[in-house]
């Protein structure tokens, strides 16, 4: 398989093959971002998605492999159900050339129902209403796109290129394709004593949209970042870990809508999940229990040990 640099994923894509689409992001400008900082933007070759293909035909339908596994006892290899597309926003391919990646998963993985991979908000306003509807028509289904936050002062510090409206709009055009979608939110991103703040402005537009799942990360902010050398110069302040997890608390009793949180990538000290509203009570017991004074330390200890997410 062929594979630029570490593999991002979210976590609920673990049983999915990941088949790498494009390397590198094409916004690059996110102040507190420095995952694909040295990996600059490239479209993987169809050739190399196709031999990638292939291998994975061969690992899930292999008579010889599949003889092997039962000999052992072991289980035979499940049939390819869903590809997770890598690389930091493949959505921002054109039409044609998803249509084309497509195409060729459903010629070598007939099994295949749906593919999903990471977006960002601008990948979706740049295509059609038409275009969104011929890719949900081929399988694309289920995109995780990296809202950080619905309050529209830290997207606009933090140079995402959107603002809380765009989340709403762009969102409101999936459901009308019928390609499902979940959120990644980055709690601590409006900055010290704004906590709240951004976990209300989360809300409001969460609550507006139909998210399957909404999947929290905790600030982390590395050297590398220029959000680092914006705190070394005093124009932004890190919130504390505390306020990150009351933030957190804000979010989830503020959401009306049915929808999947979960606090599982390495930037979450404190791991939780469930379904909302039922399990409401049940995460804000969790975050309350971690969030007592004297967890700060340990918490912020945990956060400057993490030498990459």
Same mark, same amino acid.
């Given at each position: 398989?062929?594979?630029?640099? !570490?593999?991002?994923?979210? /976590? ?8 790498? =689409? ?11 971002? !420095?995952?694909?900082? #040295?990996?600059?933007?490239?479209? !993987?070759?169809?050739? #190399?998605?196709?031999? #990638?293909?292939?291998? =994975?035909?061969?690992?899930? &339908? ?10 052992? *006892?072991? $289980? ?7 590809? %997770?597309?890598?690389?930091?926003? $493949? ?18 993985? $007939?099994? &295949?129902?749906?593919?999903?991979? %990471? ?6 306003? =740049? ?18 796109? *990296? ?27 999936? #459901? ?7 959120? %990644?939110?980055? =709690? ?17 537009? +969460? ?12 600030? !982390?902010? +590395? ?37 999947? %949180? @979960? ?18 009570? @049940? ?9 007592? $004074? ?12 993490? /030498?990459?997410?």
């Amino acid at each position: 398989m062929h594979y630029t640099g !570490t593999v991002w994923r979210p /976590p609920y894509e673990a049983d999915s093959l990941l088949l790498e =689409a494009t390397a590198g992001c094409t916004h690059h400008r996110c102040r507190f971002c !420095t995952l694909y900082q #040295d990996i600059p933007f490239r479209m !993987t070759p169809l050739r #190399d998605l196709e031999a #990638d293909l292939r291998e =994975a035909q061969l690992w899930a &339908c292999d008579p010889v492999g599949r003889l092997s596994a039962r000999l052992q *006892g072991l $289980p035979e290899p499940e049939k390819i159900r869903r590809v %997770f597309l890598v690389g930091a926003n $493949p959505f921002v391919l054109r039409p044609e050339r998803l249509e084309a990646i497509g195409e060729l998963v459903g010629r070598y993985l $007939p099994s &295949c129902r749906t593919i999903g991979c %990471f977006a960002r908000v601008t990948d979706i306003s =740049a295509k059609t209403d038409g275009e969104l509807s011929r890719l949900g028509q081929l399988g694309y289904d289920g995109l995780t796109i *990296g809202v950080e936050t619905g309050d529209g002062e830290a997207l606009a510090f933090m140079d995402k290129g959107y603002g809380p409206e765009d989340i709403l709009l762009q969102s409101r055009r999936l #459901d009308e394709a019928g390609i499902s979608y979940s959120y %990644f939110y980055l =709690a601590g991103i409006s900055g010290a004593g704004r906590g709240r703040t951004g976990a209300l402005a989360s809300a409001g537009i +969460f609550n507006q949209a139909h998210p399957r799942r909404i999947g929290a990360s905790m600030l !982390t902010v +590395f050297p590398e970042s220029r959000l680092y050398r914006d705190i070394q110069e005093g124009r932004w302040r890190e919130p504390g870990e505390l306020e990150k997890l009351e933030e957190l608390a804000v979010l989830i009793s503020h959401l009306h809508i049915p929808v999947w %949180f @979960a606090a599982l990538g390495a930037s979450n000290a404190v791991r939780l999940q469930g379904n909302l509203p039922e399990d409401r009570e @049940a995460l804000l017991a969790v975050l309350a229990s971690a969030a007592a $004074p004297e967890n700060e330390v340990s918490l912020r200890a945990y956060r400057e040990s993490l /030498p990459h997410l």
